[in-house]
């Protein structure tokens, strides 16, 4: 039998899988901006990220109205609470592309204090384990996840890669380069988090799919 | 806004010396289902009854103010009550097929209202069976005794029955109060389909299907309507603490 709330359900997956694109594209442009260290395509992200939190009270809307009228149950239930999470971490991770590309602000018109090795490195990370992240949910694919959740101990790593050397070989040398360090070492801990959500939403999938709470419980994934 | 079907204004009932309803102000939107929802008693289901003027039927029934159908008061003394029974189709609590086979069913409710050819009923009882979401289940069996289906499928009949004579509105009084749950749901998802062609009104003792079913939802307490509003806002933010009160279990 079909059913209406099938439809409904429907129209959130696509309204997460907007947001999802939409956070996907704010990441891409904040990176851009710090590749090119460029003031304009910074305030454009900037102003963007004003249709995502739209996005995301919508989103909220939609979940509470299905709460309410439709009672969902078991996998209906999941889907529906797991959405209401996932819409949260996605608006994170556009508010984080946002810090970096407030960074990139901070750093324009003064010379890299260092060529760019490892934040290109988490960088790639940070838009993979998102992009991995939504195409789990929209595939509720729970191996996809796991393997996301996985690459957030790389994440880790570099980010204290980035932050040692920046402390150790140019704070700790030569105080007077802070303020060209200190945006870096920000913009190394903003890709760090937005990995970290990408690990949640990827959590999220897995409980949405299997029922498997793997939040805090990183043995779970052996 | 889409017109309403029904404009009601000041409607009061009663039954003798009791009064039911107690001026209620209402507008009920085309091709929507609008539920009907409140305790015991609070007149709700004297109110669906009095669209159609089934209530008529009861002795010592009286209403008043103005009940406009289509801007026509169906209260006004020209009004042919046949033809608006048939323009205003009700399903009611307990299905109520006749002892009749299947097909016979619906065939002589055409015949009471003057078809005679036996092609162009045929037509009907299968179009009919089909918007009722049960010409699946019983194709091969029009022969079969109406009264040896499931709960479910008796009160899809009974729709199926109202539908063949092409309704423009259709009153629910509690239509799944007797079914299990899977034969509810069947009946919810109809509703969900018939909202496209009809204007659907449903009273409901179940809050929550009220809740699934419903574009607009009524909460009615002791002859007064007490909200209206779209479903969503009335059960995630109703305004009156009453219903407030009725809706999350706090009542009484």
């Not at chain 1, 078991?74 to 609470?81: E, M, P, Y």
Request: with cysteine.
């Amino acid at each position: 039998m079909k059913r209406h709330l099938d439809q409904e359900l429907a129209g959130l997956k696509e309204e997460l899988l907007k947001m999802g694109i939409l956070v996907e594209n704010a990441i891409f442009e904040s990176i851009k901006a710090l590749k090119g260290l460029d003031k304009e395509i910074a305030v454009k992200a900037i102003n963007d990220d004003r249709i995502i939190d739209d996005m995301e009270n919508k989103i909220d809307e939609k979940c509470i109205d299905l709460l309410a009228l439709q009672q969902p149950m078991a996998v209906d239930l999941r889907f529906i609470t797991m959405s209401m999470k996932i819409s949260t971490d996605l608006e994170r991770i556009a508010d984080l592309a946002i810090d970096i590309a407030r960074r990139v602000l901070e750093l324009t018109g003064k010379p890299l204090l260092k060529p760019l090795i490892d934040i290109p490195k988490l960088t790639d990370l940070a838009k993979q384990m998102t992009k991995d992240a939504i195409n789990a949910f929209v595939n509720q694919d729970p191996d996809l996840a796991g393997k996301v959740i996985l690459l957030d101990r790389e994440a880790d790593r570099l980010r204290d890669i980035i932050q040692k050397e920046l402390m150790e070989d140019f704070i700790a040398k030569d105080p007077s380069a802070t303020p060209r360090a200190v945006p870096l070492l920000l913009i190394a801990r903003h890709l760090e988090r937005i990995c970290d959500h990408a690990t949640n939403i990827a959590e999220d999938v897995i409980y949405m799919v299997k029922a498997d709470v793997v939040k805090h419980h990183p043995e779970k994934l052996k | 806004m889409q017109n309403p079907t029904f404009e009601i204004k000041a409607m009061r009932a009663s039954y003798g010396a009791k009064e039911v309803l107690k001026g209620i102000d209402i507008n009920i939107l085309s091709n929507s289902v609008t539920a009907i929802i409140g305790p015991s008693g609070c007149g709700k289901s004297t109110f669906i009854r009095s669209l159609n003027r089934i209530n008529d039927l009861i002795p010592n029934f009286h209403a008043s103010g103005d009940i406009l159908y289509r801007g026509e008061d169906i209260y006004s003394g020209d009004v042919d009550v046949v033809d608006l029974r048939r323009r205003i189709g009700m399903v009611f609590q307990k299905p109520n097929p006749f002892p009749k086979s299947i097909y016979d069913n619906i065939a002589y409710v055409l015949r009471v209202h003057g078809f005679d050819m036996r092609e162009m009923i045929d037509e009907i009882v299968e179009k009919s069976l089909r918007k009722a979401a049960l010409w699946d289940e019983v194709k091969d069996n029009l022969k079969q005794n109406a009264l040896t289906l499931s709960g479910g499928q008796q009160q899809r009949l009974c729709i199926a029955r109202t539908l063949a004579i092409e309704p423009e509105v259709l009153l629910f009084d509690e239509p799944c109060s007797a079914l299990d749950p899977i034969s509810t749901a069947k009946v919810e998802e109809l509703i969900h389909q018939l909202k496209q062609n009809y204007t659907i009104v449903i009273v409901t003792h179940n809050m929550q299907q009220a809740a699934r079913v419903s574009d607009h939802s009524a909460f009615f307490l002791m002859g007064e309507l007490i909200e209206f509003g779209k479903t969503q806002d009335i059960f995630t933010k109703p305004v009156d603490a009453r219903t407030e009160a009725y809706i999350t279990g706090r009542f009484g």
